[in-house]
């Protein structure tokens, strides 16, 4: 065929929507593809005038890997744009870093804009082929999140937006249960005569965060209860200035309620910060989420929700590799259960 010389694996992993590294893997004999798959690849390439040895044609599958002892190191990259200073995100990437290394993958930070405009373009490192799969810990920006759904490769997010839901990030999706766990938390302050409830988040800033919020909405619904609206703060929070947002809030509040139901540990030592600074003499209730034990004004003291990270980091890599080891699998949308930790006057 004219111009087979300009056939590339690239060209061949678009035609058939897969990653680069499966065509490497199915044109070199590698490990990580179906045979099924690797029928396709071969087919693919020979169609477009690739050009496949003789030994790649009639592979002998019983002995397909028989003369490759060395390990194939391949490379997961884990995607996030915040710093990693903080002690939630790093317990969860620790452990993946332990587990992928127990496995022969390597792990490799990708630092990404939190924001970005249409016109952005992904690194060339997430491009070129050499990455097996990523998996994104903590982008919340819809065009972001659009460039990495678009990469064919396996892909596992944790958490998303609202706008961009399970199906649309054409990836496997990882949440935290909250949804149950803030209506229970709502419903057990509603229960013991605490009627007068706020919650304070950015309801769109992650589907997490809107499910928490479903459930602080329903623990008043099946009561026959309404949200004074006046206590609640979703609309959105800049990263950079939660402080003075969540701040002139509740400076702008002409009563307190009788608690604040937050959707993170993060958010409620804020209000804590302002409360102590303000002297509030008021017994104001706070309830958090992730019980990350950062926040000193309140570590220990809130009722909050144990997110085991370590777990997390572990499941987290398992579905990548399991993703990476039988490409074409279906992608899966699943929900991580944690345990309330009750603590006084709710315990």
């Known amino acids: 065929m004219a111009g087979q010389n300009k056939v590339s694996m690239q060209d061949i992993a678009d035609n058939l929507s897969i990653s680069r590294i499966s065509v490497w893997r199915a044109l070199t004999n590698r490990p990580g593809v179906s045979d099924e798959l690797r029928q396709v690849i071969r087919e693919e390439a020979k169609r477009l005038g690739y050009p496949l040895p003789d030994s790649q044609n009639h592979p002998s599958h019983g002995k397909l890997y028989s003369q490759s002892p060395e390990v194939f190191n391949r490379t997961v990259s884990v995607i996030v744009s915040r710093p990693t200073s ?31 405009d249409a016109d952005y373009r992904l690194p060339e490192s997430l491009q070129n082929g ?39 990030l054409n990836a496997s999706l990882v949440l935290l ?36 919020y479903r459930g602080f909405l329903e623990a008043h619904r099946v009561r026959g209860l309404e949200p004074d609206s006046v ?51 008021d017994k104001i209730i706070l309830t958090g989420f992730d019980n990350t034990g950062e926040y000193t004004n309140l570590a220990n003291e809130i009722t909050t929700v144990d ?15 399991l993703e990476i080891d039988h490409p074409g699998i279906s992608n899966e949308l699943s929900y991580i259960e944690s345990k309330i930790i009750w603590k006084d006057p709710l315990n």
Not at 86 to 111: D, G, P, R, V
Not at 307 to 321: C, D
Request: glycine letters at 4%; hydrophobic letters at 40%; aromatic letters at 12%.
């Open 86 to 116: 903080s002690t939630f995100w790093m317990k969860i990437i620790h452990e993946m870093a332990k587990e992928l290394s127990q496995n022969h993958f390597n792990l490799m930070y990708t630092y990404l804009p939190p924001m970005v």
């Open 177 to 212: 249960e909250g949804y149950n766990l803030i209506n229970e938390i709502t419903g057990r302050l509603l229960d013991r005569g605490y009627k007068r409830l706020g919650f304070v988040g950015d309801i769109n800033y992650a589907m997490t965060n809107m499910d928490r």
């Open 307 to 321: 997110v085991q990270t370590r777990s997390l980091g572990y499941r987290l890599a398992k579905k990548i590799m």
């Open 130 to 168: 050499q990455i097996s799969g990523i998996i994104v810990l903590n982008i919340y920006d819809e065009n972001m999140l659009r460039l990495l759904a678009d990469l064919k490769m396996p892909k596992i997010f944790l958490d998303t937006i609202p706008s961009m839901p399970f199906r649309s």
């Open 231 to 281: 206590f609640s703060y979703t609309e959105s929070l800049d990263i950079s200035h939660h402080s003075e947002q969540i701040e002139s809030f509740l400076a702008n509040l002409d009563a307190f309620p009788d608690a604040f139901v937050c959707p993170s540990d993060f958010i409620a030592h804020f209000i804590r910060d302002y409360l102590d600074k303000m002297q509030v003499k």
